[in-house]
């Protein structure tokens, strides 16, 4: 059986992308690790993992179906997940409405027999991984509005200098 390694990811426009890698650049030199690539950078609404390709497909044709209400969220400070190593931006807190997309998401995709994960989402965008030192800078260099409108389904494929990322659908805008 072959399996496609999905998730669902808010992806940012190119001019937010490039201000969160300044991001990445202010704070790898008191935290150490690998700076992500800018075209890379995402926030994950939901991490499905490894799915049947047959589901990967359904999943595929279903998503620009779904709509997302457009809504903000303010990218307002770095965190640090000690164990995964990894320094992020995010937001100090999860807004309602990034809260109810996440939850309508897997509502929709406990349909297809996939469950949330049980941790809490905690909405973020790894900026460093690998970290050596989790100590970022105290403050953020900014307050980033981020005006989102669509969600991406995205493959991930596994390479020897890191992942692959490959963006198979989109959902489709509020008219
Ligand atoms: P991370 O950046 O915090 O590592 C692709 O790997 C995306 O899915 C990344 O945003 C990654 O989050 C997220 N991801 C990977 N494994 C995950 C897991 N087990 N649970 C939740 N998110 C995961």
Redesign the pocket.
Known sequence: MSTV?L?Y?LWPAPSLAAQLATWAELARPACGGRT?RTETL???L??L?PVDSALADELAAATPERRLAPEDVLLDRYGV?GR?R?L?AGPGDTPAGLQAAHDELWLWLSGFGLAA?P?PF?P???LL?NIEHASPPAEAPASLPWRYDRMVL?A?ESLSGG?R?RIVAQSRPQN
């Open positions: 390694r998730f990811a992500m995402h926030l994950t939901a991490f993992g997940f995964q990894i992020w994960p941790q905690r973020h965008v790894t991984r995205v991930s992942s990322y």
